[in-house]
Each structure stands twice: as structure tokens, then as C-alpha cells.
């Protein structure tokens, strides 16, 4: 069974940077797609950023394009976020998920994290 693990979120200024982890376990096949989603209070689920297991590739969603990067650490079956010049509406909790499909939308997600709250104060 897939288990993804996140962890690093937290309280930080307008400005800031924090690096989200999601540690994981268990997949059954070598390619997937596995990264971040994201909900702000009120608002819903939207995509972050993803990368592919099969070729590294990755996805960010326009809004922190320029500003976060992902990344993974195959020996340590952990991927990162690094968000930097963080703003207020960056506040959300936020998630890990994966998918086999190949398809970064929520509904194609196999597997979900518990999330992780960030905060960034103006």
C-alpha cells in the first residue's frame, strides 16, 4: 500500500521560504506522477506542481512558476517542494498525492497525504 508522508509546513512571512517533504512507500509500479496540491480556506483543491517518476519531468501551476521548485530524492523516496518569495496567498494546506495515470487533476489522484498547513503572514 502507497503511504505519503508530509511534512515541513509552518508559519513564515510574506517574502519567506519553507520546503515542504513528502516521504513515500509502497508503490506497486515505476511510473507514476507524484507531488502537490493545495486548498486555501474557502477555496478549492487546485494543483501545484508534479514530477514524473519515469522521466523527471515536472508541472507547476501558474501561479508559482518562477517561485517553487520540485524535486525528488529517489534514494530517499522523498519529494520537495522549495517554495520560495512566498505570499499570502500562498496560505493553504497542502498536500501530496500520486497518481499512475499520468494525469495531475484531482479527481485522477490514487493516493493523498494528510496535509500540511503553511501559513504566510503579510
Known amino acids: 500500500e502507497v503511504q505519503l508522508v508530509e511534512s515541513g509546513g509552518g508559519l513564515v512571512q510574506t517574502g519567506g521560504s519553507l520546503r515542504l517533504s513528502c516521504a513515500h512507500s509502497?508503490?506497486?509500479?515505476?511510473?507514476?506522477?507524484i507531488g502537490w496540491f493545495r486548498q486555501a480556506p474557502g477555496k478549492e483543491r487546485e494543483g501545484v506542481s508534479c514530477?514524473?517518476?519515469?522521466?523527471?519531468?515536472?508541472f507547476y501551476v501558474d501561479s508559482v512558476k518562477g517561485r517553487f521548485t520540485i524535486s525528488s530524492d529517489n534514494a530517499k523516496n522523498t519529494v520537495y517542494l522549495q517554495m520560495n518569495s512566498l505570499k499570502p496567498e500562498d496560505t493553504a494546506v497542502y498536500y501530496c498525492?500520486?497518481?499512475?495515470?499520468?494525469?495531475?487533476?484531482?479527481?485522477?489522484?490514487?493516493?493523498w497525504g494528510k496535509g500540511t498547513l503553511v501559513t504566510v503572514s503579510s
Open positions: 514530477i514524473s517518476s519515469t522521466d523527471g519531468s515536472t
Open positions: 509502497g508503490f506497486a509500479f515505476d511510473d507514476y506522477a
Open positions: 498525492a500520486a497518481t499512475y495515470r499520468m494525469v495531475w487533476e484531482e479527481g485522477a489522484m490514487d493516493y
